[in-house]
């Protein structure tokens, strides 16, 4: 099955999309992201930066996942979120 994105959505070119990945309305994926089969972006939900997301996840309405990191530490240097299977 193909990909199901909504026209509200916001898809990067060069974002990589899986087969059967849902993506909802107003969604928006960065040009770096890949995500890789059966897994469901809902509503204005944020997927940036250098982010990998695997077969089988769900991000949630208004979660904002592959941000610059929080840490105070934190000074600019390359970061990759790798979220696995399920």
């Known amino acids: 099955m193909s990909s199901l994105i909504h026209p509200t959505a916001l898809v990067s070119e060069g974002?990589?999309?899986g087969?059967?990945?849902?993506?909802g309305p107003y969604a928006i994926i960065g040009p770096e992201v890949k995500i890789a089969d059966n897994n469901r972006?809902?509503?204005?939900?944020?997927?940036?930066?250098r982010?990998?997301?695997?077969e089988g996840n769900s991000v949630?309405?208004?979660?904002v996942v592959g941000?610059?990191?929080?840490?105070?530490?934190?000074?600019?240097?390359?970061?990759?979120?790798?979220?696995?299977?399920?």
Request: proline share 4%; hydrophobic share 40%; aromatic share 4%.
């Open 19 to 23: 087969s059967n990945v849902v993506v």
């Open 60 to 63: 949630h309405s208004f979660a």
């Open 67 to 86: 941000g610059i990191p929080q840490d105070l530490k934190y000074d600019d240097e390359p970061a990759e979120l790798i979220i696995g299977k399920n």
């Open 15 to 17: 974002a990589s999309l």
């Open 41 to 49: 972006i809902n509503a204005h939900a944020v997927i940036e930066g």
């Open 51 to 54: 982010t990998t997301l695997g």
